[in-house]
């Protein structure tokens, strides 16, 4: 736990340093999972499920809504979310990399894309309180960021190409996000976990 704490703190308030201590060690996919994606994931799941189960949201018109199937079906799209888009980012960056002389393997660009949604993993929480989900949207930005800066050193990528680069595979990776998105919330749908109750 230590060891994840001092590994948070670092990524957040000092990226470049961090990115020099990552692009020394190995990039296996499941130990990423297992250590930091999958634990981390689930705490915007389970704010997300807290939030929109006993929180709610107010709407116009129709006053507070909530519900626990509400909190669940966001607990669920957000977790297979976070932990499947990691994984698509990951791979996405690998296949890209030749076409810009650049050399990552799937376990590194992995890496790389868990490493920089720390932010948004972190800034989760704030899902206990629905009105401030807004705040974790902004933590995707500075993620983005980490992101970008982590790009160089683990890609190896050619300074000339390194943005070019970046914004392919972020507009990729934005559309993989979205249709993932639209595919868990029409199956929750299906499955009846998107009702809610108004009080």
């Known amino acids: 736990m230590e060891k994840l704490l001092s590994r948070i703190k670092l990524i957040i308030l000092n990226p470049n340093d961090a990115w020099k201590t990552i692009q020394q060690e190995e990039g296996v996919v499941s130990e990423i999972l297992k250590h ?82 720390t932010p948004v993993f972190i800034a989760g929480v704030f899902y206990l309180i629905p009105s401030l989900g807004i705040i974790a949207s902004l933590a995707g930005i500075y993620g983005l960021y980490i992101l970008y800066l982590g790009f160089e050193p683990i890609t190896r990528v050619p300074k000339d190409k390194q943005t070019t680069y970046f914004v392919i595979s972020l507009l990729v990776l934005i559309l993989v996000y979205f249709l993932l998105g639209l595919i868990i919330a029409a199956f929750l749908g299906v499955f009846g976990l998107s009702g809610t109750k108004q009080f």
Do not use: C, H
Not at 43 to 53: C, K, Q, R, V
Not at 73 to 98: D, E, K, N, R
């Open 36 to 117: 930091y994606v999958l634990p981390l994931a689930a705490i915007p799941a389970l704010a997300s499920l807290i939030g929109y189960w006993l929180v709610g949201v107010n709407v116009p018109i129709w006053g507070r809504m909530a519900s626990f199937e509400w909190g669940l079906s966001q607990a669920i799209t957000s977790y297979v979310s976070l932990v499947a888009g990691v994984l698509i980012a990951g791979w996405v960056i690998s296949y890209l990399a030749p076409k810009f002389n650049a050399n990552v393997s799937p376990g590194d660009a992995v890496k790389m894309v868990a490493y920089s949604y």
